[in-house]
């Protein structure tokens, strides 16, 4: 029997790209976003293992697994392989608990706030009757032009204001993308390969890979991507009038930061 190739330690290229910046307030906020690690949250120790696997034409290729992989908890919905981060306790409102890491957004809430288009402050439901509701800021994109990639997860209403007073880099008044079609694009990741016959890091790739890329099985992920194909583009004061004047509306809602 043949001796498999070693994996490829250099991944295909990509022309797609990340957008959006992480958290990063300058004070100590009351409210931090559902999606930031804390502190004792911390990456599981490095137990991965590359395997021989069946390509999709027949040829022999390298899959990516955790030598005590649980595939229900450590691969999402498209058997991509996910980083593992530790959880701290939850408190009474069931939020995490510990200081925040606020340059980090953990891996399983990132993961779980895009894949179910929820709120990255409170878990709640994001979707308005006019559409799902995505902050940027004005420099994040060199165009406003269909389509767009995003790892933010989106806000609900409530919450719009305090996710732009918790990231300085949204300015005074972010771009509003209020969305009506944001479909699951890819993941942003690690790449891994056998280097001296040991499993290692090989890349880091800085573009997103989009589901069904070649590379995908032996990356490691740690953020799910979202691609905007259909939005407008507003202010947060546009967005609070629109959704002011939608039925069954007395007032504008408050946009103020708030729990």
């Not at 559902?34 to 034409?57: C, M, W, Y």
């Not at 609900?156 to 771009?175: F, I, N, Q, S």
């Not at 890819?186 to 997103?208: I, K, N």
Request: hydrophobic content about 35%.
């Amino acid at each position: 029997m043949s001796t498999p190739p070693d994996p490829p330690e250099h991944p295909t290229e990509t022309r797609t790209r990340e957008t959006n910046r992480p958290v990063r307030p300058t004070f100590r906020p009351a409210v931090v976003p559902d999606i930031t690690q804390r502190a004792g949250e911390e990456a599981a120790r490095d137990n991965l293992v590359l395997l021989p696997s069946r390509g999709s034409r027949g040829r022999r290729a390298y899959r990516l697994f955790y030598a005590d992989e649980d595939a229900h908890l450590d691969r999402d919905l498209r058997q991509v392989l996910w980083a593992r981060v530790s959880f701290t306790p939850y408190d009474e409102r069931r939020r995490p608990t510990g200081e925040p890491e606020w340059k980090l957004m953990h891996p399983f809430r990132q993961r779980a706030t895009m894949e179910r288009m929820r709120c990255q402050i409170c878990t709640a439901p994001a979707a308005t009757p006019l559409g799902s509701i995505f902050l940027a800021g004005p420099a994040d994109y060199a165009s406003h032009e269909a389509p767009l990639l995003t790892n933010q997860p989106p806000v609900c209403a409530r919450h719009v204001a305090t996710a732009a007073a918790l990231c300085p880099h949204l300015g005074e008044d972010p771009v509003v993308f209020l969305a009506t079609s944001a479909p699951v694009y890819g993941v942003l990741g690690t790449m891994y390969g056998l280097v001296d016959g040991r499993v290692e890091v090989v890349a880091h790739p800085r573009e997103p890979l989009p589901y069904g890329h070649p590379n995908l099985p032996t990356l490691l992920a740690s953020q799910l991507i979202r691609r905007l194909a259909r939005f407008r583009v507003l202010t947060v004061s546009e967005l609070q009038q629109d959704l002011a004047e939608l039925p069954g509306q007395t007032a504008p809602p408050r946009l103020r930061p708030s729990a």
